[in-house]
């Protein structure tokens, strides 16, 4: 039994179809980038499956249970997470109110503050300091944590690299790799076609809404991938 | 009364208006709803009190108890059915929808009660005052209200800064849909938001009627006072509200002592010349910035 089913999901923007009869099963434990140009809809997947962003058409499963009519917190609540794409922490917040806000969810587990803090020492020294003053990489691994504080079962990961710089980005993935070795269940989206494979169990690949390509990291070539991220495999 | 004695007056009439403009600030600075309805909720307050003062013949302090949380319910039931449905259905809408509460609320209230005066009694507090000198009174009920306002707005911050519940109704004021993805009920969060304001309404309307006479449309007037403190203090600060009512208060006396006509008129205009004033360094600001960016 898969922890998490999409069947045959649709997405919509008003009339942009950004997410058309997406199918998909991810098992407990691993780890799945997911690739794709921009505009190919993997924010909206990712949205559309931590219910932020409603559906227009199939079903979401998940752990066994239909929940695609369920709200966002609702879906935290059964551990569904969301970093999302800019990181969104409350700027007049403090590190560690910002952190603290996830005890909504009212999910216990591994994760407190006191283990996040382990995992991202950077942010120690920072509790106290409001988030609108953190820099790009900080307030990534603030947004991290937090997710990560709701104690999820599956973690959606939206473009963490995006507009850090490369030593910070290094600093995210060298503090998310233990979670993907771990028995964690992670989709990420990532841009950086030669990062995906090497953090990820399973690569999947989208392309104008679809998805094109599906296998695990080790067997797919890169061409394959470029092609399918292109869309020159259809051609 | 001299000059100073009438700053004085002003400085405790903040009080009061504070207390109104409590509800009002945190309603908008929560959900951007600019409630209409608020000096009207303050009035239902004061006319709860008035059915248990008379009927149940209560001391109104002692009304207050029942009064407090059934205004909770009362702005917890209005948001989860009323104002809810309005926010989802655009910005202006809630602006429509208090509006017409406002109508509701004092036509129900001029039928249930007649349109007739009232007044709540204060017991002994009400009109006594402290003369320090010949020209210097400190009117106690007055002084007792600028301490209730103090005690509720700082009651206010520390829910605000040191609670969950608190931590949460800020991130929902900045982000509801990040602080939904965390696990966070925005709409229950709303619906605590407006049961605190009403709450306040009520308590300030309480107040209020013991100080002076009500009728069913007194609302609309104190609306306009609040709104003016909440506006001089800056939208969404608490204490700025509260030194936005305390301005106000000094402003009425100030005037009201060139001449007793002028009460109103004084805080008006400073109200209008705060806005002004704002208003024309914002403006400055953005015409100045960008030009000088391009060039």
Not at chain 1, 32 to 45: M, Y
Not at chain 2, 247 to 260: H, P
Request: net charge neutral.
């Amino acid at each position: 039994m898969s922890l998490l089913e999409l069947e045959q999901l649709d997405a919509r923007h008003g009339l942009l179809q950004a997410v058309r009869d997406v199918s998909l099963a991810v098992e407990a434990g691993e780890t799945l980038a997911l690739v794709g140009a921009n505009g190919a809809g993997k924010t909206t997947l990712l949205r559309t499956i931590a219910g932020a962003h409603r559906p227009s058409g199939g079903r979401i499963v998940f752990d066994s249970r239909d929940v695609t009519r369920l709200s966002a917190h609702e879906r935290v609540r059964l551990g569904i997470s969301l970093v999302p794409e800019g990181r969104r922490l409350f700027p007049e917040l403090t590190v560690e109110e910002n952190l603290r806000i996830s005890a909504a969810a009212g999910r216990t587990g591994r994760w407190t503050l006191d283990e996040v803090l382990e995992t991202f020492p950077l942010l120690a020294p920072l509790r106290h300091t409001t988030a609108k003053s953190l820099s790009g990489g900080e307030q990534q691994a603030t947004a991290i944590a937090r997710a990560l504080l709701t104690n999820p079962r599956l973690l959606l990961l939206d473009e963490v690299s995006l507009g850090l710089a490369p030593i910070a980005v290094e600093g995210v993935y060298a503090a998310l790799r233990p979670l993907f070795e771990s028995d964690a269940t992670v989709v990420l989206v990532e841009q950086d076609l030669s990062r995906a494979p090497s953090v990820a169990t399973r690569v999947v690949c989208m392309l104008e809404g679809r998805l094109v390509l599906a296998g695990a990291a080790g067997e797919l070539t890169r061409e394959q991938v470029t092609d399918a991220y292109f869309g020159l495999a259809r051609a | 009364m001299n000059w100073a004695n009438a700053v004085l007056h002003g400085i405790l009439l903040g009080g009061l208006y504070a207390l109104l403009a409590t509800g009002l600030s945190l309603m908008f600075g929560v959900m951007r709803i600019i409630n209409l309805a608020h000096g009207s909720l303050a009035l239902l307050g004061a006319y709860m009190a008035f059915l248990l003062v008379e009927h149940a013949h209560m001391s109104t302090y002692l009304a207050l108890l029942p009064v407090l949380p059934g205004a909770l319910v009362v702005g917890y039931v209005l948001q989860r059915t009323l104002l809810e449905r309005s926010l989802r259905a655009g910005e202006l809408v809630p602006l429509l929808t208090t509006f017409g509460l406002l109508i509701v609320i004092a036509n129900l209230l001029e039928y249930a009660f007649s349109p007739d005066v009232h007044s709540l009694p204060s017991g002994r507090i009400g009109g006594a005052s402290w003369r320090i000198s010949s020209h210097f009174t400190l009117p106690w009920f007055d002084a007792l209200i600028l301490c209730i306002a103090v005690v509720v707005l700082g009651g206010l911050q520390l829910l605000l800064r040191r609670t969950q519940i608190g931590r949460e109704l800020r991130a929902t004021a900045a982000d509801p849909d990040t602080a939904e993805l965390l696990g966070v009920d925005a709409r229950r969060v709303y619906a605590y938001a407006t049961a605190l304001a009403v709450a306040t309404a009520a308590l300030a309307g309480v107040f209020y009627a013991m100080r002076s006479a009500f009728d069913p449309f007194t609302g609309p007037t104190q609306l306009i006072y609040a709104f003016e403190a909440v506006v001089i203090g800056g939208l969404g600060s608490l204490w700025g509200t509260l030194l936005g009512g305390i301005v106000l208060g000094v402003a009425q006396t100030v005037s009201a002592q060139i001449d007793v006509q002028y009460f109103a008129l004084g805080g008006h205009l400073v109200f209008l010349a705060v806005l002004i004033v704002r208003t024309a360094l914002q403006a400055g600001g953005l015409r100045v910035l960008p030009r000088g960016a391009s060039a």
